[in-house]
């Protein structure tokens, strides 16, 4: 039985290597930390540009991929596609709820996402992926409701 073969290059393809995945989860998470301690909101808006550049465009454009993924130990473990998508999603809307709140003064607002976003980076770099069950309870959901 042969292995399958991993992709290392920069390509769209349906699985990501899990060491890509942490480098953009990485770059997240420092930027929310650099945030809080220096108080700098605008510092958000380069996540949140680096997430809409990469769902636009692929893996291949994204910049924390880019700069943290060569530090960190090559994986030969994977990540769907389809669930980067997802978390992906999940961060820019965390990341637009935040920044939305602090633009209009609701500080509790901008703190509680901020903070959502930093429980589930933290999970996912701890190795409990948030939005991939949340993802499966949705299409769980969904695969009832079909059924009813």
Not at 27 to 38: D, E, N, R
């Amino acid at each position: 039985m042969s292995q399958p073969t991993i992709n290392f290059s920069y390509e769209c393809v349906e699985e990501v290597p899990l060491h890509r995945v942490r480098g953009n989860q990485l770059g997240i998470l420092l930027s929310v930390i650099a945030t809080v301690i220096t108080q700098q909101w605008w510092i958000l808006i380069l996540p949140l540009a680096v997430q809409l550049v990469s769902r636009t465009y692929g893996v291949k454009y994204n910049l924390f991929v880019r700069l943290f993924a060569p530090m960190l130990p090559k994986s030969r473990r994977t990540e769907a596609r389809e669930l980067l998508r997802f978390n992906n999603l999940l961060a820019i809307l965390f990341l637009v709820v935040t920044l939305a709140g602090h633009y209009w003064g609701l500080t509790v607002l901008s703190y509680i996402a901020l903070g959502m976003l930093a429980a589930a980076v933290i999970a996912a770099l701890s190795g409990f992926c948030l939005g991939c069950f949340m993802y499966f309870q949705y299409k769980q959901f969904r695969l009832r409701h079909r059924r009813s």
